[in-house]
C-alpha cells in the first residue's frame, strides 16, 4: 500500500471516529436517554436501522421504509430499534427530547419509551444520517370523535 493510501485509510478511519464521538456529545439536560421501559407500553413499535432508512419489522408496517408510528394522546410507546448492519445508530424523538443508545454491531438493539404528547419526527442523531434516509414521521392521532390536533 502506498504511502498516501496509507494516509487516506487513517484519515477515513479520524473522520469516523470523530462523527461517532461527535454524536455522543451533548448537553444531557437536553435529551433524555432511554433503553428499558420500566413498565408496559400501550404501543410497540420495531424497526430495522439502515443508512436508508428505518424499515417496519411486523404487523401493518412490517416491511414499510420509514413507516407513520401513531400513538393517541398519553399512550406509552416503546420503539425497539434493531440495527441492521455495521453502522452505528440510534433513534430519537425531537419535541419528545428522548434519545435511544448508540448501536453499532449488526442484530444489535436499544428501545426508547416515551409517553405520546404532540406530533414529531423520529430520526438517527448521527451525521448525515438523516440525509440519506433515516427519518419518519410520528403522530399523534385524537380518539376517534374528537377534532384533529
Known amino acids: 500500500m502506498t504511502t498516501m493510501n496509507r ?8 473522520l469516523v471516529g470523530l462523527a461517532i464521538l461527535a454524536a455522543g456529545c451533548g ?4 435529551i433524555s436517554q432511554t433503553d428499558l421501559p420500566s413498565e408496559p ?13 428505518y424499515y ?21 410507546v416503546t420503539i425497539t430499534l434493531i440495527n441492521g448492519e455495521r453502522m452505528v445508530h440510534d433513534i430519537a424523538l425531537k419535541h419528545q427530547r428522548v434519545r435511544s443508545a448508540l448501536i453499532n454491531r449488526p442484530e444489535e438493539t436499544t ?7 404532540k406530533n414529531d419526527t423520529y430520526y438517527c442523531t448521527i ?6 434516509g433515516m427519518i419518519g414521521e410520528f403522530v399523534v ?4 370523535g374528537y377534532a384533529s390536533y
Do not use: C, K, W
Open 56 to 76: 417496519g419489522q411486523g404487523g401493518e408496517i412490517d416491511g414499510v421504509r420509514n413507516p407513520v408510528l401513531r400513538a393517541l394522546p398519553g399512550e406509552t
Open 27 to 30: 448537553n444531557p439536560q437536553d
Open 127 to 132: 451525521p448525515g444520517h438523516v440525509e440519506t
Open 111 to 117: 428501545r426508547l419509551t416515551f409517553t405520546a404528547e
Open 41 to 53: 407500553s400501550d404501543r410497540e413499535y420495531t424497526l430495522r436501522g439502515y443508512m436508508t432508512g
Open 7 to 14: 494516509f487516506r485509510h487513517a484519515l477515513f478511519a479520524a
Open 141 to 144: 392521532e385524537p380518539p376517534s
